[in-house]
């Protein structure tokens, strides 16, 4: 029985993207957890913080992502080997400055945010709205870690944009 009434053939782009998304999320997860362990400096106390706020999230949103492959009718990915040869991000040095890991953090971001509208171009493709409704979320909520991450490197005169238009 299908009880997810899309077939196979049009899940299966969806589910390739989502393997890719899981792999890229375990080499961001264990960069994080890299940084998490190797901080140093002024900033020591609050990014070893964020790091495993950022990590713990991870780690949720990995199992979600399997869950969701599962869910689809397929196995998801499960080797490192498979890992680090289908991710886009890539594993860091832990010699990186505090400023710096913050910055490869939200490169990661960037490549996260890509894959996740790669994978709702396939799910969109499908009518798949359970996979579209899971990754909207994420996309939301990596949009505002990146904001308060980004703000984290700039200096206090920095500005932002102006909202309001002028007549």
Known sequence: MN?????DEKLLPTV???NTLLAD?????????????NILGENFFELHDKFEE???????????????????????MSKLKDYLKS??????????TDKEMVTMILDNHATLLSQMS???DKA??????????????????????????????????SQLNESVLEA
Not at 56 to 73: F, P, Q
Not at 134 to 143: P, Q
Request: charged share 30%; net charge negative; no cysteine.
């Open 25 to 37: 999320y375990h080499i961001y997860y264990q960069n994080l957890r890299n940084f998490h362990w």
């Open 124 to 157: 969109e493709n499908a009518k798949d709205e359970g996979t579209i409704d899971l990754i909207g979320a994420y996309i939301r909520e990596l949009e505002k870690s990146s904001w308060m991450l980004d703000a984290f490197t700039k200096e206090t005169a």
């Open 3 to 7: 009880y997810l009434n899309i077939k």
């Open 16 to 18: 390739v993207e989502l």
């Open 87 to 96: 991710a886009s991000i890539e594993e860091a040095t832990s010699k990186l």
């Open 54 to 76: 950022l990590y713990t999230d991870a780690r949720v949103k990995i199992d979600e992502i399997a869950e969701r492959i599962l869910t689809l009718r397929y196995h998801p």
């Open 118 to 120: 790669k994978v709702i």
